[in-house]
């Protein structure tokens, strides 16, 4: 075979140069990553979309491969199986498998400030603090009844007192009338259902002492020590992705309508809406993914009222430090 | 009246009725939306379906072919060497009996990508087509193979031109049966499978839409593909083999004669329960499955009394077992008790039926993981919804074989009381019920594996209790000896279930003079 360089073949080498010459970094070797999320592809991670199409981290020198989550899947599971490198977590099942399974994770930062779970409801039959849970019937996915019980606890309302029933992120059932409130994200599920109907309120329980993170980014110990610089790129990368999302909390969600967002058989509009609402909840001073001192003992005490015993050494904020 | 027409006019009365009740939101204010409203909305998100669609054929379609390629050539095997099948007896009833959602988070833990899906499809697939095999090789004709004999052919020979031959149109009823169930053993495996494609994630994807005409979308998309394996098959059946066959789920292991001494069986029986577990533990060290989550035999024992948490781990298996063991018995028991009323009632009115069978055949084929979402919608959350949902997968099944039973009473044993005078009442008290009860224990040993399925089914998704919740939650908490406790748990419920049919019904149909049916 002879040694025939192809005109387009070059011209495309030509790019690649050109690229890694404006990037200033290597993009020849660029190392391959991956990341569990959370939950199906929707608003609650653009600014990882927004990073990928843009190229911010194949700029870090990251091949990254996003692996999406789902109602079914546990993202911690998939760093314990060695499916992904990083994963975005709920905090409160994170530290439990810390402490009672030995599992071997580091949280190195939080895509939420503020947890977005809350209690809907219908503003027909509205339910606006805790006590107007007593007597009444809330549904809550099974590992969250935990969350809920430590809410309850927080606000002095006894668990007997709520009829708690397993909820499978259907708001049907509160639509029709069946459950009074069920627990989900506020981002999200109050548009869900103004858009089959009715309108619905509710409330944050990090506004009612459950004062934890969520989508925490959490990494087994042993990939901490492997990939060190590269979880500090994704970080950085990953940071960029969501400012530039939030210049205008409308820009990016449409772009994504037949891209990523494409087969979860939602709305963009309710993209759009997600969108606007979890801003407040990601903005720290610091810069997204921060963990404050603050907010760490915040979440150490608010996990201590569920008997979980969180530690100040499962966070660690060295990597942030360092982007 | 033609069949056909029947069908296509109680079809039209059945889907007018549905319309009805769907445009006067007379079911569950809403949950059950008119056919017109459902394929209005399968238009509409016609653009979604492809690749979930695509997702799930490719997983099914290749566990379909893995699944029936090992079970043919464990069928053919178990044939030429009758102790290959004794010492896989173990294995052929545990692959039977479990439940394949109790699996299914084992199987994502421990492999990747499609592999699950393909896995549990292929699980699927197994036993009806391996026990179809056996079944048609072993009744070729014994005259052509002495002709081959008589010419010097061997075992292969015979194997090849005469047993393979006349096993035709018995693999190909089994391939039929394996088809659904390929379907089913896919869907399954998309539960905490992650993944972005495939109807079974698409369904949990749309629970939170408050949308039910799309669940109902999705399911009866579910339904038709596997309805349109099984009559694949059945087209395909009827062609080659040119005879339609019952619509039969072997429900036995198969065994075969064999002359081994007292101590020879005792080794080979105990082989038998070994092999599983030896098979096991290969897995996980070939797999190489990480420490954390890997279970291996003595890791249950260890999880499950030796270790500090022990003492929680019992309490909260037993509390699950509580819950779920008398709802799987009342709603198995209560399947059973109307699947063989309607059967003795369809004695008496034939035509009713034949109205039934068509039902009975897309019940059969509808994945019982799409149903679930829609009974819930109809019937909320509670104790109710488990056990509909258990009674209506053991109900048609279960219906099917004892009607069966009940068709093939000899027609002299009819006309004896008929010769004396008897009424239909009378002639059903003294014939057709005590000769539909060998067929009435063919049906428990079916229906067990499926109750459990339905059962934990129902908890996972809809009403958050017993061993289906506990799974769900042990993923949560990455309690990793707790999904495998269950796992093994509910297998080995099922096999003893099933141990125990196969005990009773060997105590009592030998005494009444009947044997037992496969």
Redesign the interface.
């Known amino acids: 075979m002879t040694l025939a360089l192809h005109r387009r073949n070059f011209l495309a080498l030509g790019a690649a140069a050109a690229a890694t010459v404006a990037t200033g970094r290597s993009a020849l070797a660029a190392t391959p990553l991956t990341m569990q999320a959370a939950w199906i592809n929707d608003a609650e991670f653009t600014g990882y979309f927004v990073a990928m199409d843009n190229g911010y981290y194949a700029a870090e020198g990251l091949d990254l491969t996003y692996l999406p989550g789902g109602p079914d899947v546990i993202p911690e599971a998939s760093l314990v199986a060695g499916k992904a490198d990083l994963a975005l977590t709920t905090p409160d099942t994170t530290v439990k498998a810390i402490v009672e399974q030995g599992a071997k994770f580091k949280i190195i930062g939080t895509q939420y400030q503020k947890n977005p779970i809350g209690i809907v409801s219908l503003a027909s039959k509205p339910i606006k603090t805790p006590q107007d849970l007593v007597g009444k019937t809330l549904a809550v996915p099974p590992v969250n009844v935990i969350s809920v019980e430590a809410m309850l606890k927080l606000n002095k309302i006894d668990k007997a007192q709520v009829n708690i029933v397993p909820y499978a992120y259907d708001p049907t059932p509160l639509i029709k009338g069946e459950i009074d409130a069920s627990l989900d994200f506020t981002t999200n599920v109050p548009y869900t259902i103004k858009q089959a109907g009715p309108e619905a309120t509710s409330f944050l329980l990090y506004d009612f002492g459950f004062t934890i993170f969520n989508d925490t980014v959490v990494v087994s110990e042993d990939t901490l020590k492997a990939k060190r610089k590269e979880l500090v790129s994704w970080l950085r990368a990953s940071r960029k992705g969501w400012d530039e999302n939030f210049k205008d909390p409308n820009a990016y969600p449409p772009k994504f309508a037949d891209t990523w967002f494409k087969g979860t058989g939602r709305t963009v509009e309710n993209e759009v809406f997600f969108n606007n609402a979890q801003k407040p909840l990601m903005e720290a001073a610091t810069g997204i993914f921060s963990m404050s001192d603050e907010a760490i003992d915040k979440n150490i005490a608010a996990l201590s009222e569920v008997g979980i015993k969180a530690t100040k050494d499962m966070f660690d904020t060295s990597l942030l430090a360092e982007v | 009246m033609t069949l056909r027409a029947g069908w296509l006019r109680n079809l039209v009365i059945l889907l007018a009725l549905w319309e009805l009740l769907g445009r006067l939101h007379l079911v ?4 059950l939306p008119a056919p017109s409203v459902i394929l209005l909305k399968l238009w509409a ?1 016609r ?2 379906y492809p ?2 669609v695509l997702a799930t054929l490719e997983a099914s379609i290749l566990g379909f072919l893995v699944g029936n390629a090992i079970a043919i050539a464990a069928g053919v095997l178990f044939v030429l060497s009758p102790v290959a099948l004794r010492l896989a007896r173990g294995v052929n009833i545990a692959i039977f009996a479990l439940p394949p959602i109790a699996i299914s988070p084992v199987l994502v ?2 492999l ?1 990508g499609m592999t699950p899906r393909v896995v549990l499809a292929a699980l699927g697939c197994y036993f009806t087509t391996m026990t179809a095999t056996v079944l048609g090789l072993t009744q070729a004709d014994a005259r052509s193979l002495d002709v081959v004999r008589a010419y010097g052919g061997g075992r292969w020979s015979m194997m090849r031109l005469v047993q393979l031959r006349s096993a035709l149109p018995s693999m190909l009823g089994g391939l039929r049966i394996a088809a659904p169930n390929a379907v089913l053993g896919a869907i399954l495996a998309e ?7 495939g109807l079974g ?2 369904l ?9 005409p ?1 669940l109902w979308g999705i399911g009866l998309t579910a339904t038709l593909i596997a309805g349109l394996a099984y009559a694949a098959f059945a087209i395909l059946g009827n062609h080659i083999a040119g005879a339609s066959r019952a619509v039969t789920i072997p429900a036995a292991a198969p065994s075969l004669p064999g002359r081994h001494s007292r101590l020879a069986s005792i080794l080979l029986a105990l082989a038998a329960i070994a092999l599983p577990l030896v098979l096991w533990w290969l897995l996980l060290k070939g797999l190489g499955v ?1 420490e ?2 890997a279970r291996t035999p003595a890791g249950i024992i260890d999880y499950l009394f030796l270790a500090d ?1 022990a003492g929680s781990a019992q309490s909260r298996l037993l509390a699950a077992l509580a819950e779920t063991l008398p709802i799987t018995l009342a709603g198995l028991l209560a399947g059973l008790a109307f699947a063989f009323m309607l059967a003795l009632l369809v004695d008496v009115a034939p035509a009713l039926g034949r109205s039934l069978m068509p039902v009975a055949l897309v019940t059969q084929t509808m994945p019982l993981v799409a149903l679930t ?1 829609l009974l819930v ?1 109809l019937l ?2 509670g104790t109710a919804v488990t056990l509909w949902i258990t009674i209506s997968v053991t109900f048609f099944p279960s219906f099917v074989t004892i009607a069966q039973g009940i068709m093939m009473v000899p027609r002299p044993a009819l006309e004896v009381p008929r010769a004396y005078g008897a009424g239909k009442l009378k002639e059903l008290r003294l014939v057709a019920i005590p000769a539909s009860l060998p067929y009435l224990f063919a049906a428990l040993r079916l229906a067990v594996p499926r109750a459990l399925l339905g059962v934990m089914i129902a908890e996972w ?4 209790k017993g061993l289906g ?1 506990l799974l ?2 042990s ?6 000896g707790m999904i495998w406790t269950v796992a093994v748990v509910a297998v080995l419920i099922a096999v003893v279930f099933h141990q125990v049919v196969i005990f009773t019904e060997r105590r009592v149909l030998p005494r009444l003079g009947m044997t037992t049916v496969e």
């Open positions: 569950a204010s809403g949950a998100d653009a979604d690749p979930h833990l421990t990747s539960f905490g499978g992650g993944g972005r494609f994630t698409y949990l994807g749309s629970l939170g839409r408050a949308d039910p799309r990480p954390m989550i948490s979402p919608l909320g959350r998704l809809a009403t958050g919740n769900n939650q993923r949560g908490y990455l309690d990793y």
